[in-house]
């Protein structure tokens, strides 16, 4: 039986819908060992302090991570809403309508060290809400709680930027890049701006993340130097400068190939797992939902479902590269981008 089904508090449960089935039954115990990790050197991402799995429990089945314990919420919201006001219309886009994330909700608060994915369809809202609680835009109404710190509609701009230069990462479905500067500059801006280290310390350490996301010979390059998933890739580096409790990421493997999507994926898993990093991510890719504690499905600006992992688990690298070049070929279309 597929593990990742639909779990509400009251108990009630179900297979998630709008999941990919194949994949999902692919993945799951009994059916093909092979897609899952190992935490072999194959998975490892570099040589940086970051570079390899973390460990897992020997009395499950390889690619499963043990039970953890989730701290306190982090994230709260209660009756959030967001609209968008379009010249020439008078009504305006009603993007995100009752989001509710609160001990009264069937949809609980995200808590301390809970890796959550948000899935749905185009449209459905999971930008918008991910740009509220990474507080890069304001609700238009209703109340967010981040890491015990209040934001509404009325809360200033530079309350907003202090907080997300102190406690959050965010990776962009863009990149944001600034193009004139290196790799290096990029990953360092934010160091700057936050001024706890001195130009050398703020120097290695931007080297270092870049180390971590296999990018140590790209440290010079201007982002027109870069392919889309390295630039995806220094994206994040940049955004785990200032060591985020929380990590907010939109369609962070959406540029990058099989190969590279599973070493974001066991980056992603080491800095939840062994850092207790707060992962927030935005996916299309159902096959990544293993490696979630929760899944949260957006859909017409509501949260709609959400289903829990009892255990966390990541893909191996070779196995599952096996896996989609056969599932392309019997579609008869490549799907991954460079
Ligand atoms: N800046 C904006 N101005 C106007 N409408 C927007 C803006 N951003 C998003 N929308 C609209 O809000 C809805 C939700 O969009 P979005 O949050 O980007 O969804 P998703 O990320 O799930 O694809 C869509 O109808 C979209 O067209
Ligand atoms: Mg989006």
Redesign the pocket.
Known sequence: MIELTAVRTDGWRRPIEGADPTTIATVAPGTDPALIGEGSEGSALGSGSLASLPKQDPTLPPGYYPLKTLGEPVILTSHVTKN???VGRSEP?R??IDIDLSPDSEFYPIRKGEFVMLR????????????VLGTLDRPSSGRVEILGDVITSASPDNFLSALRLRKIGFVFQTFNLLANLSAKENVALPMSLLGKLNAKERDERAKKLLDMVGLRDRVEHLPSELSGGEQQRVAIARALANDPPLLLL?EPTGDLDTRHTIRIMDLLMRLNREHGTTLLM?THHPDLECYADRVLF?RD?ELVMQAVNRHQRCLDEVAYGRYVAERERKAGQPQGRG
């Open positions: 968008y006001s379009i886009v993007a995100l749905g369809p185009s449209g459905g809202g999971k930008t918008s809400l991910l740009n939109d935005v957006v600006g």
